[in-house]
């Protein structure tokens, strides 16, 4: 019992103490769970243990109650170049590249389940969910550079899921989970009237809340699932209130996964998800109104294991997402430049006990460089961006460890 509560205390206390990372979907990570992370994020239609609930609280209902803790490095690299718009930085040459500092950031998950009736199973989990992070050492703007400032910018989401699984029959389960967000937000950005905020470098925190909901359909050698998230909505950063009309809400998501074991030792899974940015304020809203101008986004996640033995399990996997942001927003998201596309995982995990109740992993990915150019031809803020590059690539580092009751 002392564990379980000392569990659900790091559950919290990951939520509310933010955790420097980026993403590969846009705002939110390809993964979640290192088994996951090996398996390039296919985990809808999983029940490889609590975590899963992160994605799809029903797959509650279908895995061994216990507890798992992850944790790793993240180990990005990206940047701008200089552009030829009036508004880019007029001391940088065009094409002149610019990195962010900062490239290595720790990660974590934690996640704990019980039984409390044969069909009803409760469970905690606790996540660093996404966000990004940039600190140039120039500003990437004519403003900034003579200010000094439009040099960083720093938003950090972290989640607690309190969710609950029915097994309504031996083959179909249905999950709910109430979500409770903190968000950090610091940042010297360039405001509509070209200024910088009047509360620069000061931060800000505030909370949110949410609804995910899923559902599991296992029979033989095939499982099926799918989940919805509402959005999460923020309270707005009132030191903010300058540069940002409203709140920062995280979007909503809808995704569907299957999972089939060819073998008793043989499994692949695939998820497909979409993630609905236009309908936010700020991260769909138009750059020239203060907004990012996101689009939506779908996302795949390929995965296959297979058991070596009674101890071992390798994992690959593959996660693809064509990037958000329009060529002609490039400019402004300089500061926030998440356009990976493809990543690449492996993994492994070891029983060595020769049984599922006490399990370690690792898992390991590398995101390609992906870039792409403002070419001038959007709104008044593309053309004096015009010919501004972003870039990012990126390598994860993960292990954890699950126990199983």
């Not at 550079?145 to 309504?168: K, P």
């Not at 294991?305 to 329009?326: A, C, M, W």
Request: proline content about 6%; hydrophobic content about 40%.
């Amino acid at each position: 019992m002392t564990i379980r509560f000392v569990l659900a205390g790091a559950c919290a206390a990951l939520t509310f103490l933010p955790a420097t990372a980026r993403a590969e979907n846009g705002l939110f990570y390809y993964c979640y769970g290192v088994a996951s992370c090996g398996m390039g994020g296919a985990s809808i239609a999983t029940a490889s243990g609590p975590e899963d609930a992160l994605r799809n609280p029903a797959s509650l209902a279908f895995s061994r109650p216990g507890y798992s803790i992850g944790g790793g490095l993240y180990l990005p690299r990206r940047g701008f170049t200089g552009g030829t718009g009036p508004l880019t930085n007029p001391g940088l040459a065009p094409g002149d590249e610019v990195e962010s500092r900062g490239d290595v950031y720790p990660r974590g998950t934690i996640a704990l389940s019980r039984r409390i009736t044969p069909n009803l199973t409760f469970g905690l989990s606790g996540s660093d969910w996404g966000g990004g992070v940039t600190d140039y050492k120039v500003s990437r703007s004519a403003p900034g550079a003579a200010g000094n400032f439009d040099t960083e910018a720093m938003i950090l989401v972290g989640t607690l899921n309190a969710s609950l699984a029915y097994r309504a029959t031996e083959t179909l389960s249905f999950g709910a989970s109430l979500v409770v967000g903190t968000q950090y937000l610091d940042t010297d950005f360039i405001t509509k009237a070209f200024t910088a905020p009047e509360n620069a470098g000061e931060g800000s925190t505030v909370m949110g809340i949410g609804l995910r909901a899923g559902l599991m359909y296992q029979e033989g050698p095939v499982s099926l699932g799918a989940y919805a998230a509402s959005p999460i909505w923020f309270q707005e950063h009132g030191k903010y209130d300058d540069l940002l009309s409203g709140p920062i809400d995280v979007p909503a998501q809808l995704g569907v996964g299957m999972a089939y074991a060819f073998t008793p030792t043989t499994r692949v899974a695939a998820d497909v998800s979409y993630t609905f940015y236009e309908d936010t304020e700020i991260l769909g809203g138009q750059t020239v109104d203060g907004g990012f101008g996101w689009e939506d986004q779908w996302a795949i996640a390929l995965g296959l294991e297979h058991d070596l033995s009674e101890k071992f399990t390798v994992r690959g996997g593959y996660n693809y997402s064509p990037s958000q942001i329009p060529d002609e927003n490039s400019f402004a998201n300089a500061l926030a430049p998440t356009i990976t596309e493809h990543v690449v995982s492996a993994g492994f995990s070891w029983r060595p006990d020769g049984t599922p109740d006490r399990e370690f992993s690792f898992a390991a990915s590398w995101a390609p460089e992906t870039s792409q150019t403002d070419p001038g031809d959007g709104n008044a803020f593309s053309a004096a961006g015009n010919d501004t590059e972003i870039f990012m690539e990126e390598v994860q580092l993960l292990v954890g460890f699950t126990r199983r009751f």
